[in-house]
Every structure is written in structure tokens, then in C-alpha cells.
């Protein structure tokens, strides 16, 4: 496996430098990578605030690098190494998703799918690193607990704790089966790219160079980079960045018996390099320099430093494609220090593919060189229109020169009004279009060969009027002399035959025109004549003359010029039927014979053009709706495209049928016509046919269109159902929910049904905590009155063996106290009556509270539901409290049990481990006081209150209590000991008032405080404020 430059020094950072980390600060505007600061002296690292000014998937990362960072030096000074390798990772990708969504450049639908796995990665990360599940929507934003209702938020941890578990346990398989999902993920892909990096090009050119990479065979575009005579790239921003892929390669190209990825160097100067006076020598003439080349069959899936370079100089007598043969053939070279240094690694899938799985290594920077020909899967959506030219030969007489031409051919590409198509072309992968290409030349040779390819890219609508223009002409070394050399001769080529249908693939010998040079470039002197040899045989075998044309002064000339070329195109056909039927509005009445054509067209044919030609059946058949006329042609050419995917030879398209079917068919009314005809088939199977038996081969595939064209018609044409919750009018409500709560309050006190029971109670609750259906104070009080004690004793009855049913319940009923106003808490007293009924109901309610806070049922990484259900219980305790003292106060009334039990589950809720902050990190403490401050103070100020109340009554609770208090003045939190550490005082007073003596308190809390100190609670603050406070008293 290879590793990219970055990860290398990120790898060395990590081992040099990761010691003396104290901190990783991450830029808050366009941060990209890590920036390590030296530690300070002191324990923590000064803080930062941290404003965020971008989207708040952008702010998470960020938040969530500071803090892996943090675990990712602990893991490096625990020697931890497998889980600081994972860290790092996590972190890498991270940071370059980051990257990636700061750029701006990203579509919609990349965006949203990057998205998702940015908070993949967050959710997992956090998991394996023991840290908070995070909740989010649908779409993967955080959720806000206080604009959620309880039982979303518990369904999202339920959800998001599933598809978490689910991610390790495929990280563990993948783990355990590495080499062989490797393997495997090789032999099931039908598309492979090769990723190339250029690491240097050590070479004694002595001018600016063109440094051409391609493989060789098969043939990819080239990879071109610009070298500069200083032995840099030429654009610097392209420095420790020369990054290529070689996409659509398929599994019969890596068979082949030798692959080998060949560069030509072409120079880029004068015309012989040698001391002269370089101010009279014609400069900018591409020549012909030397290659290197290697055999890479079979070493593609580690790193490969190609070393080997050719010292040839292809001048007089060799052109580089000779040269490239005897590299190719060549055992080894002595290359004596000099070569191209390169990286080769091998990636499965085809562009989309690999971008999305080795973004680290293939981004929007990337060049990419495409196959000179089609993928062996051409998925829909991926639209092409590229001509490949090939320069191949030419024979040109030397004229009235002493000694042959130094001929350059410059081709460019014009319209049919003469106006000149401008960055069109493009030599190579990784460089922009330009208007103009020159060839190689060749010193003094009357038969060039050049075998130099291009690229032309012309829009689609412009094809039809386009023509590739070649001009020939002498250039001369010698600056002044090559100033006075014109055009000597031109060649063209129609991009379009006479027919419609493109240029064919192959060699095409031009004829070679010449004229005088302003003659040369009037379009209406040469367009209307042959461009090639072949049509102007055809030409003259319909013409009763068989004289050499000419028009003017312009003539045929003897010299001779070849090209080949490559239509790569899925919107244009070379074959006449199949452009019949893609242009079948053109000519209507030509349509039934095009259907039955279509069925005679070459396979590989139609599936290069399949989405083009799927939708045109399909228009076809929506366009005639009112008419059958056309319908069972249409069926038949259907089955027709089926059963060749079908064929062993096209199945790997089956994947590219499949997706036209999901995402591309649009055809809404088509279910009824198939079906017709489908129909029509079969009420005729008496009559064996051929077209019937090919007809069921393709039902699997008839009826998926059937399917997905009535699901299409059902979404466009059917309205959807309201939601029957928010139809349902409060009124209608107020008739059902009452006989839907005797219902449940039937089934759970029986113990009956008690999951199908919780999972109704919380969609009732749901539904009425939304905005949108309505008055609900009513129904919430109808539930709290029927089901809220039901409730409670169920969850106190339940086990925790079935936790997640007791989590729902819990959940339920947190949702219905959280939906509780106040007016609901007082109505919920007075509909008891009976003064022991309150004492009952409280009691179950404080030992509930108490036993959930102790053995909570939802894991320890549900922080916001821990923290929603902390807040609702808080309110909840506090309202109880206010019952307490206003009926249980006086001496008739007065309950010591009920009393005992709220001390407890206050000191119980103050002292849980969720809501002790100083044991967080600053970030987690930050969010959590934000958001719900410092609930120990309020309950903490809340006992102290109910103390004092309890009066005379304090006695009762002396020294039981002392513990409870001590414990709860224990927790450093300074405001919460100054206003509860007095409460010992006062318990000192209330027993010498009684008892005259203090012995009861002083034993207990002598005995207590030993345990505590013991037990590693108190610091020198609190004995500090301890001994001050008591003191003051």
C-alpha cells in the first residue's frame, strides 16, 4: 500500500513531534491540516475562544478535532499504538473533508453525501473513543433537545447507538477478512484507475520541456506536465501536486501480457541545441527529446520508482513512437543517474468511485486521463463527446529546398462560417484547451512520423458544422529565415458525414491542398471538396469527369498526410439506424422501420448509447399515449436491449440498467402499455413465438419498469395521504384518547402487552407535542390523570433484564412530565382527594426518581437524553417539593417518611456523576452549563430551603441526615458548600435545643467525614471554607 506525501509527513509529525504537543489549534476560518504548538509549562494549555463564523457542520469537526486531539497525545504517551494509528486516521479524514466542504466547490448531492459521512466518521470516533453519542436528524444535523420532543430524542440515541454498533462490527469483520475484501472488492469491480504521482524528473533537456505519460497498452490520454529548464514544474502552484489518474481500465486490460507506462519528453526550444547566438535562432519548436519507459504488468498494487530513462535522442533518423518500441523492448538501461521518478498504485471503481473512497488521494486537483475509447460499463449519467486525432504520418516533397522540409503540422478546429473554435483542444490530461496544436518536428525528414494524439472537445450541437483544419509549413532555424515562411500546403476533415453520423474510426489518408497562403484560408476554396483519398474516389466513380479537381489556385498536391481518429461519444453514433431512431422526431414517418432496424444494430452499439436509447423508446411511447400504433415495436425493441444485457457479453451493464431504472426512467404513464402488450402476449401463448419466449426472458425487467413507471404515477398523480394524527381535529381527539387511555391502563396494570402498550403511549405523546395539531393542554391532562401513576408503578415493578422496553417507558413518562405545565401538577394533587393517596403517590414517585438516577437505564454515552431527563425530573422534584411544604408541613400532617425520602433523592440527583462538571473536558462543561447550568446549585439551594422550612421538625432528621448533607457539601462547587456547609451549624443548634448537647451530630459526622476523607473526597478549599463557615457561626 502506498501512502501520499501528505500522510508521510503527517507520519512524521506524528513520531517526531507528537511528544510536545500540548494543544491542536485549528484556524476558525480555511484551516486545512494541524498546526502543533510546543508545550507550556503549565498543566493546561491557555484557552481559546473560539467564535464560530462557519456552517455548523464545519464548527463540529473543528470542535470534535480539538478534542481527539487531546485523547490522540494521550494514546501517543501511553504507547497505545493500534488506537493511535485509528485516531490518526479518523483525524486525517476529518481534516481533509473539512478541506473539502471550506472549498465551496462541491455540488449539492456531493455535498449532502459527504455530509453524511463526516458525521459517520464523528459518531464512530466518539464511540470508540468512549466519548458522547452525538443525536442527529435525518439530514444529520445536531438535534436541540429543547425544540425536540423526548420520544424523538430517545428513538435518535436509540437509532444512532444501533447504526454505530452496526459500523464496529463491520470494522471488526472487515479487519479480521482485510486481505480477502480486498481481494474481493478487486475481482467483483469492473473498472480500475491508476493513481500517478510524478516526484521528479532528473534530466539534462537544458530547456523548457513536455514531459508525456501515458500507458502503453492500453491507450489512456496523456498526462502532461510543462517542465521548466530549471528542472521545476513550470507552474509552481503544481509543486509536490503532480497528481494523474488513469480511469476505465477493465479487468481485460489488466490481463493483457504487458502493460507499461511510458513518458515522452519533447523539448521546447530551438531547433538544435548548441551555443549559438539563441537571439537569432528560432525559438518555441517542439522537439523531439527521448523516453523512459517501464513494464508495470503486474506491479501495480505497490509503489513502483521508475529509474529507467533512454539517453536517444530521437533526431534525424528516430521519432519517438520507434523509440517508445525499443524502451518497451529493452531489458535494461543504463541510465546513469538520470530519470523520471514516479509512484503507481492501482485504485478499484471507476472516477466517482475512487474520489469517493481515496479522497486523500484523488480530489477536484487530480488530473484525470480517460480511456481513448469507452469503459466496459458505461453508466447513465456519464456523458462524453471526445475525438481522439492522431497525427500519424506524412510524405512531403522537399520542393525547391537542397534537403527535406522541417515540416510542422498545426491543426485547429473551425465552423463552417470560417470562425475558429477557441480552446478546443487539449494535448494532454492535467493541461487546459488551447486553439491551436503544433506537432513535433523532425530535422530535415521527407517522411515523418509523429503518432501524436489529442483530444478534441467540441459541444455537441456544434459538431454538425466543424471541421479539423491542418496547415503545413517549413520552419527554419534561423530566426529571420523562418520569419519569411508561409503555409505551404493545408488538409481537412469533416467532423459529420453527409449521413448524420460521426467521423469513422480509423486512418483516414487526407488529401494535401495547396494554394497560395490567403487562398488557404478561404473556407468556401476548400470545404466543398474531398478531404480524403477514399471520397474522392467515391466522387469521381458518380461523376462522368475524372479530372483532379481544383478551384482556383488551389490544387492537389503529391505530398501525402495520414491521421487516425477515435469518436468517444455518447450523445453521436456512427451507425445509421441507431441515429435513425435517436433522432426519430426528425422524420416521424420513418419511425416503425428505425423500431425494427434498432433490433439489427450491433450490441455494443446500443449499449454505449443505452439511456439515449431507453428514452427514446419511452418518449416514444409516452408521445403517442392516445395511439398502440407504435406500442408492441416499442415492447419488442424494449425486450430486445434487455436480452442483450442479458448476454453473457454485456452483463456487467446489468448494473447500468439497474440504475437507469432508479434514477433516470421517468416514463409515468408507460406501466399501462407494457402491460397491454404484455397481456396481449399472453392471452396468445398458444401460438409459440420467438418474440414470446424472448418477451418471458425479459420479464424481470418489464416488470421493474412496470413497478417503478406506477410508483412514478402515484407520486406525481395520486395526492398523498394526509397525516391522519394532524387530520384528526382536537375535537375528535377528546372522543378517542379517553377510551385509548382505559385501554392502556387495562393492559398495563394486567402486565399485558406491555411493548405494544408503551410504543402507542409514545405516539400519542408525540403527536401531541407537536405545533401543528392544536389545543392539547387538555388531552396531556387526561393522560397524566389515567396514566401517569400506571406508568410509574409499571417502571418500578419492571426489571432492568428488558432495558430497552423500561428505556421507552421511562421515556414515555418523562415525556408526559415534561408536556406538564404548572397548572397540571396542581390539578394531579387535587385529584387524589384522600391525603394518604398524596402521601402514596409521592412516595412512589421520590423512590422511582431515586432508583432511575442510582441504575440509569439509558447508557452512559446518552448525555442530552441523560441531561433531558435530569432537567425534566429537576422541575418535577421541585414542584413535589412545593406539595411538601405547603401539605405536609404542619404537626397534624406531617409525613417523616416522606420527608426522609425527598432529602434523599435531592442529594441522590446533586451528587449523580452526569451532573459533576469539574471531571468533564472544558468543552463538554461549556456545553452542558450553556445549556442547562449548574444543576447542582438549584437543587442544592432548593434542600437548603427545605431544611430550614422542616422548623421544629429538624430534630427528627438528626444525625440521619448528616451523612446525606455532608456528602452533598463535599462536591466542589463553591456557592453550592457556602450555602449548605451553615446547615451543620444549624443541626448542631437544633440538637443542643432539644438535648442540650451536640454528642448525636458530633459522633456522626465525625464517623462520616473519616469515611469521606477516606475515600478520597474533600480538598484543602473545602476544610478551608469548612473551618471559616462554621467559624462566622
Known amino acids: ?6 500522510a508521510a509527513r503527517h507520519s512524521k509529525l506524528s513520531h517526531r513531534n507528537l511528544k510536545f504537543i500540548s494543544s491542536v489549534v485549528l484556524n476558525s476560518k480555511a484551516l486545512t491540516r494541524l498546526h502543533v504548538q510546543p508545550r507550556s509549562r503549565s498543566f493546561l494549555p491557555p484557552k481559546e475562544t473560539v467564535i464560530p463564523t462557519e456552517q455548523p457542520l464545519v464548527h463540529e469537526v473543528t470542535t470534535t478535532l480539538r478534542e481527539w486531539a487531546s485523547i490522540w497525545r494521550d494514546l501517543y504517551v501511553g504507547d497505545k499504538r493500534e488506537m493511535f494509528n485509528t485516531v490518526r486516521d479518523m483525524i486525517y479524514d476529518l481534516i481533509e473533508w473539512r478541506s473539502q466542504i471550506l472549498s465551496g466547490t462541491l ?12 458525521t459517520s466518521k464523528i459518531d464512530y470516533g466518539n464511540k470508540v473513543l468512549d466519548l458522547d453519542l452525538v443525536v442527529r436528524d435525518k439530514v444529520g444535523n445536531i438535534l436541540d433537545p429543547d425544540l425536540t420532543s423526548t420520544i424523538s430524542l430517545f428513538q435518535a440515541h436509540e437509532t444512532a447507538s444501533r447504526q454505530i454498533e452496526e459500523r464496529i462490527q463491520e470494522e471488526k469483520s472487515q479487519k479480521q477478512n482485510l486481505d480477502l475484501s480486498r481481494r474481493a472488492k478487486f475481482d467483483s469491480t469492473p473498472s480500475f484507475a491508476l493513481f500517478v504521482t510524478l516526484k521528479n524528473v532528473v534530466c539534462k533537456i537544458g530547456e523548457d520541456a513536455e514531459v508525456l505519460m501515458s500507458l502503453y497498452d492500453p491507450s489512456d490520454e496523456n498526462y502532461l506536465v510543462r517542465w521548466s529548464s530549471s528542472g521545476l514544474v513550470k507552474d509552481i502552484d503544481q509543486l509536490h501536486n503532480l497528481r494523474a489518474v488513469f480511469t476505465d481500465l477493465g479487468s481485460e486490460d489488466l490481463k493483457r501480457e504487458k502493460i507499461s507506462f511510458v513518458c515522452q519528453i519533447v523539448r521546447v526550444g530551438r531547433m538544435e541545441l548548441r551555443d549559438n547566438n539563441t537571439k537569432k535562432l528560432t525559438s518555441g519548436l517542439r522537439r523531439p527529446f527521448g523516453v523512459a519507459g517501464e513494464n508495470t504488468s503486474g506491479k501495480h498494487t505497490s509503489q513502483l520508482n521508475i529509474s529507467r530513462f533512454s539517453p536517444r535522442v530521437a533526431g534525424e533518423s528516430d521519432f519517438l513512437q520507434s523509440v517508445i518500441n525499443k524502451v518497451i523492448a529493452a531489458k535494461e538501461v543504463n541510465h546513469k543517474g538520470q530519470g523520471l521518478w514516479v509512484t503507481l498504485k492501482l485504485l478499484p471503481g471507476d472516477i466517482h468511485q475512487i474520489r469517493k473512497d481515496f479522497p486523500h488521494l484523488v480530489d477536484r486537483s487530480t488530473a484525470v486521463a480517460r480511456k481513448m475509447g469507452f469503459p466496459e460499463i458505461i453508466m447513465p449519467g456519464d456523458v462524453r463527446n471526445d475525438i481522439y486525432v492522431t497525427l500519424v504520418q506524412g510524405d512531403f516533397d522537399k520542393g525547391n529546398k537542397t534537403t527535406p522540409k522541417n515540416v510542422e503540422v498545426t491543426m485547429s478546429v473551425y465552423d463552417e462560417d470560417g470562425k475558429r473554435l477557441e480552446n478546443v483542444i487539449f494535448p494532454g490530461a492535467g493541461d487546459e484547451g488551447i486553439t491551436e496544436y503544433k506537432s513535433v518536428i523532425y530535422y530535415q525528414v521527407k517522411q515523418p512520423r509523429w503518432f501524436e494524439t489529442i483530444k478534441v472537445a467540441i459541444p455537441i450541437e456544434d459538431v454538425n458544422r466543424s471541421h479539423l483544419r491542418f496547415t503545413f509549413k517549413h520552419r527554419s532555424s534561423q530566426d529571420y529565415k523562418d520569419k519569411s515562411e508561409k503555409i505551404f500546403a493545408l488538409s481537412f476533415v469533416k467532423l459529420m458525414r453527409y449521413n448524420g453520423t460521426t467521423l469513422r474510426d480509423g486512418e483516414h489518408d487526407l488529401i494535401v491542398y495547396k494554394a497560395e497562403m490567403k487562398k488557404l484560408e478561404d473556407l468556401s476554396l476548400y470545404l466543398n471538396l474531398s478531404a480524403t483519398k477514399l471520397e474522392l474516389e467515391e466522387r469521381a466513380h458518380f461523376t462522368s469527369s475524372k479530372t483532379s479537381q481544383s ?59 443505452l ?7 419511452f418518449n416514444i411511447m409516452m408521445e403517442n399515449s392516445d395511439s398502440d400504433t407504435f406500442d408492441t415495436l416499442v415492447f419488442d425493441a424494449l425486450v430486445f436491449i434487455i436480452g442483450l444485457i442479458a448476454d453473457r457479453k454485456f452483463q456487467h451493464f446489468n448494473p447500468v440498467l439497474e440504475t437507469y431504472i432508479r434514477k433516470h426512467f421517468s416514463a409515468t404513464l408507460a406501466y399501462t402499455k407494457l402491460t397491454k402488450v404484455l397481456k396481449n402476449y399472453v392471452d396468445h401463448a398458444e401460438k409459440l413465438t420467438d418474440q414470446l419466449l424472448k418477451a418471458m426472458k425479459a420479464l424481470e425487467y418489464i416488470f421493474k419498469f412496470i413497478v417503478r413507471s406506477r410508483v412514478l404515477f402515484n407520486q406525481y ?53 407537536r405545533s401543528d395539531v392544536g389545543p ?149 462543561r461549556a456545553k452542558i452549563f450553556h445549556k442547562y447550568q449548574d444543576m447542582r446549585r438549584q437543587i442544592g439551594f432548593e434542600i437548603r430551603d427545605m431544611w430550614y422550612n422542616l422548623g421544629p421538625h429538624k430534630i427528627k432528621f438528626i444525625p440521619e441526615m448528616v451523612g446525606p448533607i455532608l456528602e452533598m457539601t463535599l462536591v466542589p462547587e463553591t456557592e453550592l458548600r457556602k450555602a449548605t456547609i451553615p446547615i451543620f451549624f444549624d443541626m448542631m443548634q437544633c440538637e443542643f ?8 451530630f458530633e459522633n456522626e459526622i465525625i464517623t462520616k467525614l473519616d469515611h469521606e476523607v477516606e475515600g478520597g473526597r474533600g480538598d484543602e478549599q473545602y476544610k478551608t471554607l469548612f473551618q471559616k463557615m462554621q467559624a462566622q457561626h
Request: charged residues 20%; aromatic residues 8%.
Open 776 to 924: 392539547t393542554q387538555w388531552h396531556v391532562q387526561i393522560i397524566m390523570e389515567k396514566l401517569l401513576r400506571t406508568v410509574n408503578r409499571t417502571v418500578i415493578s419492571m426489571g432492568r433484564d428488558s432495558s430497552l422496553i423500561v428505556s421507552l417507558f421511562v421515556a414515555s413518562m418523562t415525556a408526559t412530565l415534561r408536556q406538564m405545565d404548572d397548572y397540571h401538577y396542581t390539578h394531579l394533587i387535587n385529584t387524589f382527594g384522600k391525603m394518604r393517596t398524596d402521601v402514596d403517590f409521592l412516595m412512589e414517585t421520590f423512590i422511582m426518581f431515586k432508583d432511575l438516577i442510582g441504575k440509569n437505564v439509558y447508557p452512559a454515552d446518552w448525555v442530552i437524553m441523560n441531561m433531558m431527563q435530569n432537567k425534566v425530573f429537576l422541575r418535577a422534584i421541585n414542584q413535589y417539593a412545593a406539595v411538601l411544604n405547603k401539605k405536609f408541613l404542619d404537626q397534624t400532617n406531617f409525613e417523616l417518611q416522606l420527608w426522609n425520602n425527598y432529602f434523599h433523592l435531592a442529594v441522590a440527583f446533586l451528587t449523580q456523576e452526569s451532573l459533576q462538571l469539574e471531571n468533564f473536558s472544558s468543552d463538554k
Open 611 to 617: 439511456q439515449d436509447t431507453l428514452d427514446a423508446l
Open 107 to 118: 455540488p449539492q448531492d456531493e455535498l449532502s453525501e459527504l455530509k453524511q459521512k463526516v
Open 717 to 769: 398523480h395520486v395526492p398523498s395521504a394526509a397525516d391522519v394524527s394532524v387530520a384528526l381535529c382536537a375535537d375528535c381527539r377528546e372522543v378517542l384518547l379517553p377510551l385509548m387511555t382505559d385501554q392502556l391502563k387495562f393492559h398495563l396494570e394486567q402486565q399485558e402487552e406491555l411493548e405494544a402498550c408503551c410504543q402507542l403511549l409514545s405516539n400519542i405523546l408525540e403527536v401531541l407535542y
Open 551 to 609: 478551384l482556383g489556385s488551389c490544387s492537389i498536391s503529391k505530398d501525402s498526410f495520414q491521421i487516425s481518429t477515435l469518436v468517444c461519444s455518447t450523445k453521436l453514433t456512427q451507425n445509421v439506424d441507431l441515429l435513425g431512431l435517436l433522432k426519430w422526431r426528425s422524420n416521424t414517418s420513418l419511425l416503425q422501420q428505425n423500431l425494427r432496424h434498432l433490433m439489427k444494430v450491433d450490441g455494443g452499439e446500443v449499449v454505449k448509447f
Open 1 to 6: 500500500m502506498l501512502r501520499s506525501d501528505r
Open 993 to 1000: 435545643h432539644f438535648t442540650r448537647s451536640f454528642q448525636r
